[in-house]
């Protein structure tokens, strides 16, 4: 079966990774990865706790440090290079020769990033004498991947393929973007990306600036997320051996309801049963965590003008708001307590639940009960309400609520506004 990588920026996100059904996870450490900036990421010392997380659960993990590296920062690689060494993390994900070689004399397996922008036979027969794997630049299509693929194993080359199946795209595809360089003098290829390519634009006459162009679709740089769910079965065919999910910025719920779609799909493919239909399930759920419209991207050959974004941030069809945070479980009954700070809360919404240990948990707030008793609605007060999975005290209480086009575009320049971090997008 092909394995299925997911991306955790924090502990909360690895949990619903590894319970999304996760074959692998892969994450950042802070300051030497591709979402250095808008990521919480990991610290050096968190490293043997995800690794054990991930192998007591028998998932393999894989640390990314593919960013450009400076001299004065190969210390600080060596060591996270032996942490890893010294709690079996299964690889670390690369494009810059001197952390490859770096982990070769350390015995360190390598993935080779996608940042390398491997393309053809020729890059991938002299990164097989690196890695164990590499993730391929994102302008193949599936013909160009399964010729390569085919002509390696004619070679006798033992190497894997990894491909990105769903996620954000960059306008500059395998990453070598310098607009946030050149504006803000912190640089994309370091994991500071701004996202600028994801502003409105206009063309301004420079001898008469009263003269301004304001294109149909204003966001021209800024392309739909992948979404491969619908040719999954092609990208089967072609012999790859592992689908990567991006979203090392995105929250527990993208990541769990996302790996999950995948896994099942990926079952799905295993037995024969991959339908229209189930397809058409899927791509509801997906469309209902962030996302800025969904493209196929270059697999099927060279993207049409269809997949520009027509907005800055996400057109999800949900949003969550936070309510509260867990004070008490009671496991016997099944019984959770919760100290309500926002928003109100009401019999019958859509709940959500994350935490570090409990990662992503959504259901329905069934009975609420308070000091008054049962109630309909209750806002800035305890609640007791039931939930069918293990929470945990100071996991975070959210309401799921359906987004109108208006209510995205408010959401969207509130809380995914380039300077704000992950960390606020999740809350």
Known sequence: MVELVAPAGDFETLAAAIEGGADSVYFGIKGLNMRSFSAENFQIE????????????????FIALNTLVYNHEFPRVEKILKEAHRHKVDAIIASDMGVIQLAREIGINCHISTQASVSNIFSARFYAGFAKRIVLARELSLEQIKAMKNDLKKEGINVGFEVFVHGALCVAESGRCFMSQFHNRISANRGQCLHECRREYKITDVEDPRREFVIDNKNIMSPKDLCALPILDKLVDTGIDAFKIEGRAKGPEYVYKVTKVYKEAIKSIEEGTFTKEKIADWLEVLSSVYNRGFTTNFMLGTPTNDSWANSYGSIAKTAKKYVGRITNYYSKIGIAVAELEDHELCEGDTIAITGPTTGF????????????????????????????????????????MKMTEAEQRIENYETHEPFKTAKRNKN
Not at 363 to 391: C, D, L, M, N, Y
Request: hydrophobic fraction near 25%; include cysteine; aromatic fraction near 6%.
């Open 46 to 61: 968190d490293i043997g706790k995800v690794a054990k997380k991930c192998h007591d659960s028998n998932v393999k993990c």
């Open 361 to 400: 948990y959504e259901g329905t707030a069934g009975s609420i009960h308070t000091e008054r008793g049962e109630v309909r609605t209750a806002r800035k007060e305890e609640v007791s309400f039931p939930v069918q999975k293990t929470v945990r005290k100071n996991d975070r209480l959210f309401k799921i």
